[in-house]
């Protein structure tokens, strides 16, 4: 199966077509030469010929592990690496490069590459690494937490029944050997930081919503640690599944993560802070960029900052309250000739109205498929 030209032609592509391997490279004949050797193995191939149109036939075909050479123009291997990730934690990613040095496989893999493979390589090379990958992708899927159960309904409940429910915990702390005042304290911290992270999200009148969000956050990162067998060495990939669960890194889960794995809260943050894939900044479910490259800054760019800001509230660099939308202003794109580009996620939209945006906007909000416009 060959599919970069459907990926060129965008709107016509055939939707969640499943395959094995995606191969992203700008070098036509890498890409069809993997392809092939990978397809003589019985394994389903696809190709693109950059990094966003595979970053879209990575949603479109859910691939178990991608080849991505680390060199191409534009959208680089890393950020693609960093993008997928995003997507799906359990794809396996191969890094492939024509200029290997020590440097480029040390980042690849800190950002999780899989494998690391120097152009030219044999036809077993790829084919080995690649089974390799599908077998570890399986191993992630299936350890892969079930997916969040909604918090209990607190209204169902009234407050002498919530006044037994904080007894039974007391009691259950005593069964510990710990004493009250420890119950007090920790319970104090813990709404310290609910109140921190409802001002950090500007919900401070939502008191009772946060401190349950809070909860929740904290159970997820409970999840991954466990997951993880709370080993310290795993410290960056807990961060990575953090930040691909909350789609940010607030305060409250950066301390949980220190008090679990007993590693110092200034270490976490150098972690956190050194990774562009991290987001120490509340960052929404959905990102929108808008281009202010000169192309589309003179084809009306300062327009639809303008429009985005005012249909969601919030200017760039800004996340709304509800984190569905964080606003960012990029440079060029490389597709001046949509000009002026707004991207959501990793969909590119041109010089959309004001009702078109609203529509694509509404579409995110209530997770229903997006508007195709243009
Ligand atoms: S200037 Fe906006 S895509 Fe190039």
Known sequence: MFLDEVATAGATARRDTMT????????RSMCDGCRQTLEAEGLRAVTAPDGPRGVELVERTHPRVIVV???MPGMSGMEVLAKVSEID?????????????????????KIGAFDFLTKPFEPEQLIDSV????????????????????PPEAAA?????VALRGLEVLGQYYSLGLKRRDFLDELKNLEAESRFHAETLGRIREKEKVVLQVVEDLRVVDEIVTRHEYRKSALLQILLDVQSELNWLPRHALKWVSRRLKVSLASIYTIASFYEALSLEPRGEHLVEICTGTACHVRGAPRLQATAS???????GQTDPDQVFTLKTVHCMGCCALAPVVKI??????NPSLRELRKVFDSYRQKKEQPCLR
């Open 345 to 350: 996620d990793d969909r590119y939209y041109s």
């Open 89 to 109: 934690p359990t794809i396996v990613s191969i890094v492939i490069t024509g200029y290997a040095s020590i440097d480029s496989a040390v980042e690849s893999m």
């Open 131 to 150: 089974k390799r990958g599908m077998e570890l992708s399986e191993t992630r899927q299936k350890a892969r937490p079930p997916a969040r159960a909604a």
């Open 69 to 71: 050479d680390l060199k």
């Open 20 to 27: 094995d391997v995606l191969v992203i490279d700008d070098e």
């Open 157 to 161: 409940l009234d407050a002498p029944q």
């Open 310 to 316: 005012a249909l969601l509230g919030i200017e760039p």
